[in-house]
């Protein structure tokens, strides 16, 4: 069975400093999707990476970039420069096909940005 | 992206009642939609898969005779809680999967009090 591990409950990071949040996985597929989602207070979930289990590059979206290290089973994202409005909790999740699944979910990190 | 809306996006019910939450997918046609449940400061947990034309596909531990789910349309899925309870307030949060994307399209998701 697929599951995720977020170990850190919450973060916190001083703003336009550099912040790392873990996220562990383990699957016994070969062909996997890995996610971060982003979800303010309003509850909405905002998309803000995805990385392939075949991509040999790690993913990068602007701030955002994704330092995945297949062997150790890692998929930890990193956020550059913060900013206030990063406060917020951030999930990561595993999809058991690219494109196709349902999406597991970690327990999430509660992150907060400092003035 | 594609986009998913979610309806109502807060509810207050008396218990006992039933309630209906819709999720529609705008602009593309979803086959297979998601409903996941979150408890404050939770993760979210998936309650069911639903396939459009076909029965949806429950979670272990969710009572599929409480929670009916109906998947009519290629752009329609709605839960609705029935005779709720006070224990089913949650955050109520659906996603849209198209095929041919690999990011996860989700709904506003939807605050459920039951008083």
């Known amino acids: 069975a697929q599951k995720i591990t977020q170990t850190q409950p919450g973060m916190f990071v001083q703003e336009k400093e550099a912040v790392t949040l873990d996220c562990t996985y383990d699957?016994?597929?070969?062909?996997?999707?890995l996610f971060w989602y982003k979800q303010p207070s309003s509850g909405e979930m905002i998309f803000l990476i995805y990385q392939g289990s075949y991509d040999e590059q790690n993913a990068t979206e602007g701030r955002y970039s994704l330092n995945f290290q297949k062997a150790r089973k890692s998929a930890n994202l990193v956020i550059s420069a913060s900013q206030l409005g990063d406060s917020a909790m951030y999930f990561c999740?595993?999809?058991?096909?690219?494109?196709?699944?349902?999406?597991?979910f970690g327990q999430g990190t509660e992150l907060s940005v400092k003035p | 992206g594609a986009v998913v809306s979610q309806h109502p996006s807060w509810v207050i019910c008396k218990s006992g009642t039933s309630v209906k939450i819709e999720c529609r997918s705008l602009d593309f046609q979803a086959t297979t939609m998601f409903w996941y449940r979150q408890f404050p400061k939770q993760s979210l947990m998936l309650m069911a898969t639903s396939n459009e034309g076909s029965k949806a596909t429950y979670e272990q531990g969710v009572e599929k005779d409480k929670f009916l789910i109906n998947h009519a349309s290629l752009t329609l899925s709605t839960l609705t809680v029935t005779s709720a309870h006070p224990e089913d307030s949650s955050f109520y949060i659906c996603?849209?999967?198209?095929?041919?994307?690999?990011?996860?399209?989700f709904g506003q998701g939807t605050r459920l009090t039951v008083v």
């Open positions: 996603s849209a999967e198209d095929s041919t994307d690999t990011e996860a399209f």
């Open positions: 999740a595993m999809r058991e096909a690219p494109k196709r699944g349902k999406l597991i």
């Open positions: 699957t016994s597929d070969q062909s996997y999707g």
